[in-house]
Every structure is written in structure tokens, then in C-alpha cells.
């Protein structure tokens, strides 16, 4: 198992910055790519961000494209996700999640691992 741990959400104004983290535990080994999904109120659960194995590439969903900023410290075995310029559309449970593959993906059955997930609310 590898425990994900979300931190860093909260309540912010519309063009406010957040910084999320996703911090693994235990067989870390086990994960490659890592990802970013939220699910919003009454929504489906959706892609964000992935970030390889390598951290050498990266994939955003368009609504986040320019905003958000995956990235990747190995030594901590965290992931961060900076996301700028919030809009209320961004309101959802941030999830981060882990994948045994290397390459990232957006697709949510290619990845074993998640996070209990971090509320992030954006007022208008």
C-alpha cells in the first residue's frame, strides 16, 4: 500500500493562488506517475494534472492549461499542484493519485493510489 496524503486546500478569492501537496508513504517504490483529479459538487470526477515518473512530462486538462502547475520533489516523495489565477469553477475535492505505470495519464482506472482528497472552494 501507499498512503496519499492531500494538504493544502482551503477557501480563497476568485484570482487567489493555492498550493496543493500530495505527500506517499510506504512502498513509494510501487509509484509511478502521479496525478491530480477533483470532483465538484453533483459533477464527475475529472482529470487536472499528471506528472510522469520522471517528471519529464506533464499533462493538463484544458480548463487548467496556463494556470496550474504540476511538480514533483523526490527527495520528500511529494507531488505539488500550483494552481493561480482560481476561478469559482475550480470548487471541487482535489484528489491525488498514483499509478504502478510510468507514463502519466488521465485516465482515473489507470491509477491504485488515492488521497483522501482536499477541499478547495473559490468565491466569487
Known amino acids: 500500500q501507499v498512503p496519499l496524503v492531500e494538504s493544502g486546500g482551503g477557501l480563497v478569492q476568485a484570482g487567489a493562488s493555492l498550493r496543493l501537496s500530495c505527500a506517499a508513504s510506504g512502498r513509494t517504490v510501487s509509484v509511478g506517475a502521479m496525478a491530480w483529479f477533483r470532483q465538484a459538487p453533483g459533477k464527475e470526477r475529472e482529470f487536472v494534472s499528471a506528472i510522469s515518473r520522471s517528471g519529464g512530462n506533464t499533462a493538463y486538462a484544458v480548463s487548467v492549461k496556463g494556470r496550474f502547475t504540476i511538480s514533483k520533489d523526490y527527495a520528500k516523495n511529494t507531488v505539488y499542484l500550483q494552481m493561480n489565477s482560481l476561478k469559482p469553477e475550480d470548487t471541487a475535492v482535489y484528489y491525488c493519485?498514483?499509478?504502478?505505470?510510468?507514463?502519466?495519464?488521465?485516465?482515473?482506472?489507470?491509477?491504485?493510489?488515492w488521497g483522501q482528497g482536499t477541499q478547495v472552494t473559490v468565491s466569487s
Open positions: 493519485a498514483g499509478s504502478p505505470l510510468g507514463g502519466e495519464s488521465s485516465w482515473p482506472s489507470l491509477y491504485n493510489y
